[in-house]
């Protein structure tokens, strides 16, 4: 049967071009976004951002989907992204702001089926994350 995870993954609006260059190399990561997706969340916390959560996914990076994923995470967290139009209007500092860290524009959150593994990445969309509460 092999190891589960559930996993959410939420792509900014700022990443989104690199998401869909990798959305377009890979038909595996494709179909796992668009068609096999448990839940699927259009413009989630804004306009243009997406949501992707997946239940009880073999999360293998030999998958060749999985792996395409995870290089577009790879990527956030070394690159750079311009700003949008709509954060220069709201940027009022003296040195405007023209980039921001890719890092901060995206969240994946994994739980497997042991109870200390988990990960984390990305620094955006702080409200999607692990939350550990005692159920009786």
Known sequence: MGY???VVLVVGKEVMPQFMVTMAKSAEA???????HDKMIKDYDGEGNML????CIKWYDSYEGVR?????IDWCQCEQVPVSDEQKAQDKSPTPVTHVDADECFRFVRIGEELDDTESRGCGFWDVGVRRVIEY
């Open 4 to 6: 589960r995870s559930e």
């Open 30 to 36: 494709r179909a796992m976004c668009f068609a096999e």
């Open 52 to 55: 992707f959560a997946w239940d």
């Open 68 to 72: 395409a994923i995870e290089d577009f």
